[in-house]
C-alpha cells in the first residue's frame, strides 16, 4: 500500500458515517472497506483476491460507480475486523448455490446475520440419568475462488474414550463429570481448506450442544434418552436406540472467498442408562471393524 492509501485506509477507521454505509455483515463477508463515497463512485478498499462478483453487488448497493483499492491482506483483514466485528463472532447466512452474489433475491440474506430458528432447550432426564451419543461428523470445505495448497493431514488423535458393550458403556481413562448429562463420542474428519482427522470426547453439561456453529446443535434430550437436533433450518428427533444420517451442502462467502460445504452428521447409536451402570477401564479399548469403517468411511451411512 502506498502512503496515500494507508491515509484513507487510517481516516476511514475514524468516520463511524462512512464505515456506516456498509453493514459488518456485508464488510466481513466480502472482505472489502469503504474509503471513500462520493456522489457518482465509491471507492472500496478490500483484501487481495476477492471474486470479481462481490464487485457487480457494490455496484448495485450503492448505485455507483466501484473504484477498487487493493489492500495489503494483513493490514485489510485487522481493518475490517477493527471497524466492523470487534471481537464479535458474525453468522454469515448461506445459499444453495455459487452465484448467490449475482442474484438479487439473496440481497438481505447477504445484508443480515443468518438467524438460527433452534427451538427450546432442555434436557428432560432424571437426575442419575445420562446419555450416550456416538457419531461422525464430515466436512468438505474448497475454496471457489482461491485453490489452496493443502497440507497433510493430520491425525489428532485416535483413542476411542468409550464404546457400549452389551448396553453398557465401558469409558476409558477419564470419569464422567457427575453434572454431565450426555457424553458424545465423535469421529471427525475435515476435508478440503482443513485436512484433519481424529476422535473426539465432549461432556456436555448445558445445551445448545453445538456440533458445527449454527449448521447442527443438539438442543433437547428427552426423557427416554431421544435427541433433538437443530440441522441447518429445521429440527430432527431421533429416539434413543435408533440411527441417523443427515447431509447437507451449502455456499457463504468470508473475506472474500466465496465457499462451498458438504456437512455431514452421522449418528450411530444413543443409549440412556443410570449413572451407576457406567464402567470404567484403564486399558484403551481396541479397534474393531466398525471403527475402521467410521475412519475410513466418514459418510457412510
Known amino acids: 500500500m502506498n502512503f496515500q492509501t494507508i491515509q484513507q485506509l487510517r481516516a476511514a477507521l475514524q468516520n463511524p458515517e462512512l464505515l456506516g454505509t456498509l453493514p459488518p455483515v456485508l ?42 483499492v487493493k489492500l495489503h491482506d494483513g493490514a485489510a483483514r485487522e481493518a475490517i475486523w477493527k471497524a466492523y466485528a470487534r471481537d464479535n463472532p458474525i453468522n454469515h447466512d448461506t445459499f444453495p448455490d455459487p452465484d448467490f452474489l449475482l442474484k438479487p433475491e439473496y440481497e438481505s440474506k447477504l445484508l443480515n446475520e443468518k438467524e438460527d430458528e433452534i427451538g427450546p ?30 497440507d497433510e493431514v493430520v491425525i489428532d488423535d485416535a483413542v476411542i474414550p468409550f464404546r457400549i458393550i452389551d448396553s453398557v458403556p ?17 469421529n471427525y474428519c475435515y476435508i478440503g481448506a482443513q485436512d484433519n482427522h481424529g476422535i473426539s470426547r465432549t461432556t456436555v453439561h448445558s445445551l445448545p450442544h453445538v456440533i458445527h456453529p ?18 441447518y ?10 440411527k441417523a444420517y443427515f447431509e447437507f451442502p451449502y455456499h457463504f462467502i468470508s473475506f472474500g472467498y466465496r465457499y462451498s460445504r458438504v456437512l455431514a452428521l452421522n449418528v450411530h447409536s444413543i443409549v440412556k442408562c ?25 459418510i457412510g451411512k
Open 170 to 186: 465401558v469409558v476409558f481413562d477419564e470419569v464422567i463429570p457427575e453434572d454431565a448429562f450426555l457424553v458424545e463420542r465423535r
Open 27 to 68: 464488510a466481513v463477508g466480502l472482505g472489502v472497506i469503504p474509503l471513500l463515497v462520493a456522489d457518482d463512485y465509491a471507492l472500496i478498499g478490500h483484501v487481495p483476491h476477492v471474486c470479481s462478483d462481490a464487485f457487480k453487488f457494490l455496484e448495485r448497493y450503492y448505485g455507483r460507480e466501484i473504484v477498487t
Open 121 to 150: 432447550l432442555g434436557c428432560d432426564l432424571a437426575a442419575d440419568e445420562i446419555v450416550f451419543l456416538e457419531t461422525t461428523y464430515f466436512s468438505d470445505l474448497v475454496n471457489i475462488d482461491r485453490r489452496e495448497e493443502q
Open 233 to 242: 433450518d429445521h429440527l430432527e428427533r431421533v429416539q434413543a436406540g435408533q
Open 214 to 231: 449454527s449448521e447442527i446443535q443438539l438442543t433437547q434430550i428427552g426423557a427416554d434418552g431421544s435427541l433433538t437436533f437443530y440441522i
Open 274 to 298: 443410570r449413572r451407576e451402570e457406567i464402567r470404567y477401564t484403564d486399558q484403551e479399548h481396541k479397534w474393531d471393524l466398525d471403527d475402521v469403517e467410521r475412519w475410513f468411511n466418514p
